[in-house]
Each structure stands twice: as C-alpha cells, then as structure tokens.
T-cell receptor, first 115, second 114 residues
Framework: DAGITQSPRYKITETGRQVTLMCHQTWSHSYMFWYRQDLGHGLRLIYYSAAADITDKGEVPDGYVVSRSKTENFPLTLESATRSQTSVYFC??????????????FGPGTRLLVL | AQKVTQAQTEISVVEKEDVTLDCVYE???????LFWYKQPPSGELVFLIR??????QNEISGRYSWNFQKSTSSFNFTITASQVVDSAVYFC???????????FGAGTILRVKS
C-alpha cells in the first residue's frame, strides 16, 4: 500500500531547464495538491485539482504548469526553472469534498535545487 | 483573507517538560476546519488532528492535547512530558473557502533535548 509517492526525491537542475516532478496516489482521492515549502513561509499552495482534467491556481502558480489526465497522477512542471524555485515540493491528496475541508495526506517531498 | 500565525519560530525544552505551541488564525468564514501537522527531521508531513469550527471541546490523544478557543481565534497544541522524538516542525493550518484548500502557518520548530 504505497499511498502517495513522489519522484524524484532529489533533483538538481540548471536555470532555464524544464523539470517535471511526479506525484502518484493509490487511494483514488479526488483532490490533489502541490505545495512548496520555504523557510519562513510554511507551505504555500501552487496548484490543486478537484478531479481529472480539473485544475486551478493556488497562491504561487507563476512559473509552474500542472496536468491531471488520470485521477492517480498529478505532475508538476517547471517550464523554465529559476533559482527562486529552489525549494522542497510536496504533493498531497484528499477525499472528495464533503465538508469545508477534508484532511490532506502528504507525499514524502521532492528537494529541488536550481543552479 | 485567511491567515495563520505561529508566532513562535523555535522552542527548546528539556525532555519531560510540557510545551505549548501557539496558533492564531483569521477567517471570515463561519464554518471552517483547523489542522495540525508534524514534520519530523526525516521531512515527511504527518497529519495530527482536524477540528471543526463548531466543536470547541478540547481534545486529548495520549501526550498530545489541543485547545480550541473561538473567542480568541486560537488552536493551541500542548505536548505533555515531551520526548526527544517530539522534536520536529509543527504546522497549523486553516481551511480556505473553495476547493478544499488549506492555508498554513510558517511553522514552529520544537527541539527537545535529553
């Protein structure tokens, strides 16, 4: 029972390169989320998805692209990486909305370094 | 707009001491949820508790307890008889309207020394 997994766990890239971070969940959760964690900011929402083919921007979406063709996968792409995108990226998922908020369960994170 | 403030950036205690982590939130919603997550040194985020805004009863789970006070917009977390394994970053979060979103505080680093 893998739950929610992210790959790669660590990534070093160079400025201007395209990078895709993968997220996969086995719970059939409707909602999926991408956050970035930076010192002093906690976790900030980048994008989220309520279902396959439904995505929406979060607090800090600039420079990122997402897609969700299958319920279980939610890849995050940095189209042209910048140093300011050096961060730890967390994927999360939650069940279909039956309340103002359902509990989100997080993946192990991806540490991204942009040189 | 929703906002979560964790004013304590870092707390250091000695093992067996009790410690309280503060969380103050701002929201205009009448129905909302509050959460606490733990991030141990290994880096993963572990869900601890989810509390409905209509339920102001304190909750206790082992050495952990949570005090929710709507009057002061606070949802504080107390660890009784702290242990070294409690060393972690603790995040408080608040539900935001629309799309099942959460707004997180900046986190409190808890260091428990033996």
């Amino acid at each position: 029972d893998a739950g929610i997994t992210q790959s790669p766990r660590y990534k070093i890239t160079e400025t201007g390169r395209q990078v895709t971070l993968m997220c996969h969940q086995t719970w059939s959760h409707s909602y999926m989320f991408w956050y970035r964690q930076d010192l002093g900011h906690g976790l900030r929402l980048i994008y989220y998805s309520a279902a396959a083919d439904i995505t929406d921007k979060g607090e800090v979406p600039d420079g990122y692209v997402v897609s969700r063709s299958k319920t279980e996968n939610f890849p995050l792409t940095l189209e042209s990486a910048t140093r300011s995108q050096t961060s730890v990226y967390f994927c999360a998922s939650s069940e279909a909305l039956r309340a103002p908020a359902e509990t989100q369960y997080f993946g192990p994170g991806t540490r991204l370094l942009v040189l | 707009a929703q906002k979560v403030t964790q004013a304590q950036t870092e707390i250091s205690v000695v093992e067996k001491e009790d410690v309280t982590l503060d969380c103050v939130y701002e929201t205009r919603d009448t129905t909302y949820y509050l959460f606490w997550y733990k991030q141990p040194p290994s880096g993963e985020l572990v869900f601890l508790i989810r509390r409905n805004s209509f339920d102001e009863q304190n909750e206790i789970s082992g050495r952990y307890s949570w005090n929710f006070q709507k009057s002061t917009s606070s949802f504080n977390f107390t660890i009784t008889a702290s242990q070294v394994v409690d060393s972690a970053v603790y995040f408080c979060a608040l539900s935001a309207p629309g799309g099942n979103k959460l707004v997180f505080g900046a986190g409190t680093i808890l260091r428990v020394k033996s």
